[in-house]
């Protein structure tokens, strides 16, 4: 065990990335979950993931403009057929985003088939590197999660079907490259999970919070541990959400 690892200036940053992944992922994880289309996550991450991993089979600089591009542009592909798939066979729409998402997967894995770092790469987009992430990467995904929240929380009732998934890409697709698809999705689901049967003014705030709690504990145990982050992060995600549970049954049973 090392204190001296709890370094601010990796780990404020990285901090600051999970609750701008927790901006976007609380409200429209909620959603997902009232929608029962709890797997879209992973498969417009997968998508938004085989984006990057096409374009750095292309050979374009890594976190280049042109990468961003291509991982928004494959993001919203994806959206686009999810939407169409949802009104044409609801019925079997969890059953398509699954295929969707393995499609994205394998085709993602033949990309880097012949790719000498491919497995690094391939780890990196489904664990992420939270402690890599910058201030100056953080100051474009602040600005995109400010125009996300605001279109979600001022236009929710009016976007449709095809303004929520395409609202949904974008936020998928700036988290991915921060967080990895791992973190993404529990990101989403998990506070969502935890707070489905408390009350509605609750609801929001104690998924925030949960969120939260979670990112900082899995900072300070992967530092201390020299644990990989992510994975720590999404452990934590889970444990603060069941105590939160917990705690409030407890409550309910003393009143």
Same mark, same amino acid.
Request: with cysteine; proline share 3%.
């Given at each position: ?9 990796? &780990? ?21 979950? /009232? ?31 042109? $990468? ?7 993001? &919203? ?45 391939? /780890?990196?987009? &489904?664990?992420?590197? *939270? ?44 988290? $991915? ?12 689901? *998990? ?24 990112? $900082?504990?899995?900072?300070? $145990? ?10 720590? *992060? ?8 069941? &105590?939160?549970?917990?705690? *409030?049954? /407890? ?5």
């Amino acid at each position: 065990m090392n204190l001296d690892t709890l370094n601010l200036n990796i &780990l404020g940053p990285a901090f600051l990335a999970g609750l701008l992944v927790l901006a976007t992922h609380v409200p429209l994880g909620q959603q997902v979950l /009232k929608r029962g289309i709890v797997f879209i996550d992973l498969a417009v991450a997968q998508i938004a993931a085989l984006g990057v991993i096409a374009a750095d089979a292309m050979g374009w600089e890594p976190q280049g403009i042109k $990468v961003q591009i291509a991982a928004v542009c494959a993001a &919203l592909l994806g959206a686009l057929l999810l939407t169409w798939t949802e009104k044409k066979w609801p019925e079997v729409q969890e059953a398509l985003i699954g295929v969707f998402f393995v499609l994205a997967a394998s085709a993602g894995i033949l990309l880097l088939a012949n790719n000498p770092h491919g497995g690094e790469h391939l /780890k990196d987009l &489904l664990a992420g590197q *939270i402690l890599w992430v910058s201030m100056s990467q953080l100051l474009p995904v602040s600005l995109l999660t400010v125009l996300i929240l605001a279109a979600w929380f001022g236009l929710k009732d009016k976007m449709g079907r095809a303004g929520f998934y395409g609202l949904f890409a974008l936020a998928v697709t700036a988290s $991915v490259q921060m967080v990895g698809i791992y973190l993404v999705f529990s990101s989403l689901i *998990i506070p969502a999970l935890a707070v489905r049967n408390w009350s509605e003014s609750r609801k929001m705030l104690g998924a925030y919070l949960i969120g939260a709690t979670a990112y $900082v504990l899995g900072l300070a $145990v992967s530092a201390i541990f020299d644990l990989p982050s992510g994975a720590v *992060i999404v452990w934590c995600l889970a444990a603060v959400g069941v &105590l939160a549970n917990v705690f *409030i049954a /407890k409550s309910k049973a003393n009143i």
